[in-house]
């Protein structure tokens, strides 16, 4: 199970807003991301829980994962920590 409260710290360190203020319903449109950050974004999470997300900011593409809300965030990353970290044992 991951710490909602890291990726939580990373949102709000892209958005440059407090983490305080962010709930798991909180809209990523709402923030102000622009793609650049939600690249970063993405890239900072994977770094944090050592996996790959397979992100697509396009929600028409299967292939990827599309994110609205950090709670889809939160879902997508630890479901790929599972299945990631299961893979390597």
Same mark, same amino acid.
């Given at each position: 199970? !991951?710490?909602?409260? *890291? #990726?939580?710290? !990373? #949102? ?5 807003? *407090? ?12 923030? *102000?991301?622009?793609? #650049? ?13 050592? !996996? ?11 292939? =990827? ?5 950090? =709670? *889809? ?17």
């Amino acid at each position: 199970m !991951i710490d909602t409260k *890291d #990726i939580f710290q !990373i #949102i709000a360190k892209e958005a440059e807003t *407090d983490a305080a203020g962010l709930t798991l319903d909180t809209k990523l449109a709402d923030l *102000d991301l622009q793609s #650049i950050d939600m690249v970063e974004l993405v890239f900072a999470i994977e770094d944090q829980y050592d !996996i790959e997300i397979p992100y697509s900011p396009n929600p028409q593409n299967s292939a =990827g994962v599309a994110f609205a809300t950090i =709670g *889809d965030i939160v879902t997508a990353v630890d479901r790929l920590v599972a299945e990631q970290h299961a893979e390597a044992v």
